[in-house]
């Protein structure tokens, strides 16, 4: 699934936590400091690093993952950082998030999602999907494809593992146009610009358009024989 003319420098493949170090490091120069949700709540890049290499490293157990490596280096270029969800585990989801103690905005962010998401399985009829919640390409690998790639790749994976939709979180328009096209459909969105936060607030200080909706996206998915 690799676009042609990358085929012979890029593979593509299934990953897990034998690859921790090799994604901090992606998050680390390429993840976090374009990451539109948390540059709109203003918050400090180090503690944004620290907080999604934490997550990366629980949604890398699942081992429903991919990732994009430099044939000859062995270097990762590009991650899809999954997770499969249960109807049944829903209300553990956002249970023990890393540092959501320590950071007070990560309380926030959390409550973002969970207000974006609602009851979405059971809104879509589903017992079980997979959503990615973090997609990222180093920054020398853009506008080339591969983050096409990587979301075809995991509709293929969440099929192979029995689930009923693929579910992903947008925060940018050029993310939603190329799901759009890709046969993904929007279930709704957050104007950033307008969300209050539990003090009747607009908490998003730094939200601007183009980016400023973020949104739920799902495909429905042909489950593998």
Same mark, same amino acid.
């Given at each position: 699934?690799?676009?042609?003319?990358?085929?012979?420098?890029?593979?593509?493949?299934?990953?897990?936590?034998? @690859?921790?170090?090799?994604?901090?490091?992606? =998050?680390?120069?390429?993840?976090?400091?374009?990451?539109?949700?948390?540059?709109?709540?203003?918050?400090?890049?180090?503690?944004?690093?620290?907080?999604?290499?934490?997550?990366?490293?629980?949604?890398?157990?699942?081992?429903? /993952?991919?990732?994009?490596?430099?044939?000859?280096?062995?270097?990762?270029?590009?991650?899809?950082?999954?997770?499969?969800?249960?109807?049944?585990?829903?209300?553990?989801?956002?249970?023990?998030?890393?540092?959501?103690?320590?950071?007070?905005?990560?309380?926030?962010?959390?409550?973002?999602?969970?207000?974006?998401?609602?009851?979405?399985?059971?809104?879509?009829?589903?017992?079980? =999907?997979?959503?990615?919640?973090?997609?990222?390409?180093?920054?020398?690998?853009?506008?080339?494809?591969?983050?096409? /790639?990587?979301?075809?790749?995991?509709?293929?994976?969440?099929?192979?593992?029995? @689930?009923?939709?693929?579910?992903?979180?947008?925060?940018?328009?050029?993310?939603?146009? =190329?799901?759009?096209?890709?046969?993904?459909?929007?279930?709704?969105?957050?104007?950033?610009?307008?969300?209050?936060?539990?003090?009747?607030?607009?908490?998003?200080?730094?939200?601007?358009?183009?980016?400023?909706?973020?949104?739920?996206?799902?495909?429905?998915?042909?489950?593998?024989?």
């Amino acid at each position: 699934m690799i676009p042609k003319n990358l085929k012979s420098i890029l593979e593509i493949r299934r990953i897990g936590v034998e @690859c921790s170090k090799e994604v901090q490091k992606l =998050i680390a120069s390429s993840y976090a400091p374009r990451a539109e949700l948390t540059k709109a709540a203003n918050v400090p890049l180090a503690q944004a690093v620290a907080v999604q290499t934490e997550r990366a490293r629980h949604l890398l157990q699942q081992n429903a /993952s991919i990732g994009v490596f430099e044939k000859q280096s062995e270097t990762l270029v590009a991650v899809s950082l999954n997770l499969i969800r249960f109807r049944s585990e829903m209300s553990k989801i956002y249970k023990d998030e890393p540092f959501e103690n320590e950071f007070k905005w990560r309380h926030q962010l959390i409550k973002t999602q969970t207000d974006l998401e609602g009851n979405i399985l059971e809104e879509l009829g589903a017992e079980k =999907i997979c959503s990615t919640h973090m997609l990222t390409v180093h920054t020398s690998y853009t506008h080339m494809g591969i983050g096409t /790639s990587l979301i075809k790749r995991m509709v293929d994976l969440a099929a192979d593992l029995g @689930c009923d939709y693929a579910i992903a979180h947008v925060t940018s328009k050029y993310a939603m146009e =190329i799901l759009n096209k890709s046969g993904w459909c929007l279930l709704r969105s957050i104007d950033l610009m307008q969300y209050k936060n539990d003090n009747g607030t607009i908490y998003f200080v730094n939200a601007k358009t183009p980016n400023n909706l973020f949104s739920l996206m799902y495909r429905p998915l042909l489950k593998s024989v």
